[in-house]
T-cell receptor, first 114, second 116 residues
């Protein structure tokens, strides 16, 4: 049972390039989330999705785009990467009534923008 | 807006000491959930506990215990007889339902270092 997988696990890219981080879950949970983790900020929500084709902005959405055509996939795209987007990115899913229960996190993607 | 404060940035203890990690939250909702997560040096985020706003019973799981007090908006986490393997960053989080989905707000984390 793989749960949540993220790919790639590590990525180095240059400023201005487009980068897509993949997230795949095997549980069919309705809710999926993208966070970024930076020292001193904890985890901050970028985007979330309540179901396929339903997405919404989180706390720090600027510079990111998401889509969710299938329940199991929730890719995050950096349209034109900037150095400030160097971070560790976590994907998560959630279950429970209205998605109120705990979130389960993927292993993370460490992205470096040079 | 909801907010979670973990005022302790870093704590260092010697093995076998007890340690308490503080968490204070702000919310206007009456229905919410509180969580603790552990992030060991390997980087993954491990769920530890969920507590809903209507259940103020303290919980104990082995060496871990949690004290939830609505009167002070706190959800503190105590590790008894700490071990080196407890060294990690611990995050407290708050979940509220916004009408379309629920979102987690995390504190900035407390780094616990347990030494021999």
């Amino acid at each position: 049972d793989a749960g949540i997988t993220q790919s790639p696990r590590y990525k180095i890219t240059e400023t201005g390039r487009q980068v897509t981080l993949m997230c795949h879950q095997t549980w069919s949970h309705s809710y999926m989330f993208w966070y970024r983790q930076d020292l001193g900020h904890g985890l901050r929500l970028i985007y979330y999705s309540a179901a396929a084709d339903i997405t919404d902005k989180g706390e720090v959405p600027d510079g990111y785009v998401v889509s969710r055509s299938k329940t199991e996939n929730f890719p995050l795209t950096l349209e034109s990467a900037t150095r400030s987007q160097t971070s560790v990115y976590f994907c998560a899913t959630k279950t429970g009534p209205n998605g109120l229960y705990e979130q389960y996190f993927g292993p993370g993607t460490r992205l470096t923008v040079t | 807006a909801q907010k979670v404060t973990q005022a302790q940035t870093e704590i260092s203890v010697v093995e076998k000491e007890d340690v308490t990690l503080d968490c204070v939250y702000e919310t206007r909702d009456t229905t919410y959930y509180l969580f603790w997560y552990k992030q060991p040096p390997s980087g993954e985020l491990v769920f530890l506990i969920r507590r809903n706003s209507f259940d103020e019973q303290n919980e104990i799981s082995g060496r871990y215990s949690w004290n939830f007090q609505k009167s002070t908006s706190s959800f503190n986490f105590t590790i008894t007889a700490s071990q080196v393997v407890d060294s990690a960053v611990y995050f407290c989080a708050l979940s509220e339902y916004t009408g379309t989905a629920s979102k987690l707000t995390f504190g900035t984390g407390t780094r616990l270092q347990v030494t021999l």
